[in-house]
């Protein structure tokens, strides 16, 4: 099977397509013809040489999360399971490829109506948001301000917040990202690149209840000091390249609560079905920016690498 492996650590060029055996699966497993690949932005870390939440010895095939259809399954599994189509979690490798054998307890069925491409574009990121706004906890009038809100995620947070009832600040890199933040709910949208941002955060709502962290760093800082008394934080991602790192007697100084969720593996799971669950109901569109095809995943970690992305990008295998 065609296959793109990492076999040293280090930029993009470093992801080299190849071939590999086709998996066979084992007792209690199935096999995934993959159509479609979902990368994170972990992912590009972990190819850089961080090891962050993923481990394996090189060489290895990377990616972590895939969409296809169940086409052969082991021993003490379910027969009836062959043609369903699925997304599904690797283990944390294994992804960039056209076939992969998994756990037959880890796929998640497909709603009928919804596209492959859309299913996989909310496997991690629409389990993401979906327990992020959970673990907030917002209220209708809330002020919201999502960060990194052109991204995977954030493009989603921004549609569950609105629907929350929530007033939505977008806050993106660039005119061409913050231009895309209106169409998805967001009531005010600024570029955090303009050295004003936060005055203008700030004239548009005065102060935020809620700041859901995607950048970290100094924006990530910036935008804790214009929470209000009783708000909350919870932080998902670090395209800074570092965490807010806000000191927690900083947080208790201001009356500011620090969240961070703590989910057991069956909770993800649910979270992931929700999100599919609301986007054949309507009320939850992924944004995918870009697509590349398999043997081309060094020019997708490249792209996002580059912060010229939006929404998700994915590989699209068949």
Do not use: C
Not at 5 to 26: H, T, Y
Not at 144 to 156: D, M
């Amino acid at each position: 099977m065609r296959a793109v492996w990492l076999r040293e650590f280090g930029g993009p060029e470093v992801l080299a397509a190849g071939s590999a055996p086709d998996p066979v699966p084992g007792p209690g497993q199935v096999l995934i013809d993959v159509a479609h690949v979902n990368i994170t932005f972990v992912e590009t870390q972990f190819r850089a040489g961080w090891s962050g939440p993923f481990g394996g010895n090189l060489p290895l095939i990377p990616g972590n999360g895939v969409g296809g259809v169940i086409a052969a399954v082991g021993a003490d599994v379910d027969p009836a399971l062959v043609g369903r189509r699925v997304v599904s979690g690797t283990g944390g490798s294994g992804a960039y490829a056209e076939k992969v054998v998994v756990d037959a307890t880890m796929p998640i069925e497909v709603p009928e109506g919804l596209p492959l491409d859309v299913a996989v574009a909310l496997l991690a990121d629409g389990r993401t948001a979906t327990m992020l706004v959970d673990t907030v906890g917002l209220r209708p009038g809330e002020r919201v301000l999502v960060e990194a809100a052109a991204g995977g995620v954030g493009s989603l947070l921004v549609q569950l917040a609105a629907a929350a009832g929530a007033r939505v600040v977008g806050l993106a890199g660039g005119p061409g990202k913050v231009s895309l933040l209106p169409e998805l709910g967001a009531d005010v949208a600024v570029d955090y690149l303009r050295p004003n941002w936060t005055e203008q955060v700030r004239a548009a709502t005065d102060g935020v209840d809620v700041v859901f962290d995607g950048v970290g760093g100094e924006v990530g800082r910036a935008a804790f000091r214009l929470l209000e008394p009783g708000g909350r934080m919870i932080s998902f991602g670090l395209a800074s390249g570092e965490w807010a790192g806000v000191p927690a007697e900083d947080a208790a100084d201001r009356g500011v609560t620090l969240l961070r969720p703590d989910v057991p593996p069956a909770r993800l799971r649910a979270y992931t079905e929700k999100a599919l669950a609301e986007a054949v109901a309507g009320r939850l569109r992924p944004v995918i920016g870009q697509r590349f095809p398999l043997e081309r995943a060094s020019d997708a970690h490249a792209a996002i690498g580059s912060r010229a992305t939006v929404g998700k990008t994915l590989l699209d295998v068949r």
